[in-house]
């Protein structure tokens, strides 16, 4: 991290602090656990941008925490919270000791805007601080709005609809050929 700091002149980091690593590990697993749900398992096998998505997501995690989080927390249905606590605390421990106190603000959500808008050299909106993805929870939105999702729902059907006319052609076929 110091080599990146050290090139980027302008570079401001804000690392969010949590309450505890308990805290974390709950929530990491809930996001992680979304992936369970039958939507996202039909959309991993039905929509390329969810496979693409997915892929990405794989690679960043085995990149974070050395080994893949999403295939052993979704497939064989397990969340490692020893590994997963132990490269939460790796990450925390560099990042506390390698970047350069002036340009590193150790954020706790619950203090709001202030501290943030300092650091930044902004001034505090009159809007309240967001909180939103209170244990985990924020994929369940993005599942209902972001437009990437919107995406990977209409390749789902479109792939179904295709899928069911194969069928129905094929079961026609047999139909009138016996």
Not at 85 to 102: C, S, W
Not at 130 to 136: K, T
Request: include cysteine; charge should be neutral.
């Amino acid at each position: 991290m110091l080599h990146i700091t050290n090139m980027i002149v302008f570079l401001q980091i804000i690392f969010m602090q949590r309450s505890s690593e308990d805290v974390w590990a709950e929530s990491f697993e809930h996001s992680i656990s979304m992936q369970r749900i039958v939507i996202f398992r039909m959309l991993k096998v039905f929509s390329p941008t969810a496979v693409k998505l997915r892929g990405y997501l794989s690679e960043m995690l085995q990149m974070v925490f050395g080994f893949d989080v999403m295939s052993a927390s979704v497939e064989e249905n397990t969340f490692n919270k020893l590994l997963t606590t132990k490269a939460y605390r790796r990450h925390n421990r560099d990042v506390l000791e390698h970047a350069p106190k002036d340009k590193l603000l150790v954020f706790d959500l619950a203090d709001g805007w202030e501290p943030l808008c300092e650091f930044l050299h902004q001034s505090v909106p009159e809007d309240p601080f967001p909180h939103r993805n209170q244990n985990g929870t924020y994929g369940k939105e993005l599942l209902q709005k972001h437009p990437v999702f919107d995406r990977m729902k209409k390749e789902f059907c479109i792939s179904i609809g295709f899928f069911i006319c194969v069928i129905y052609a094929f079961l026609s076929k047999l139909v009138f050929t016996v």
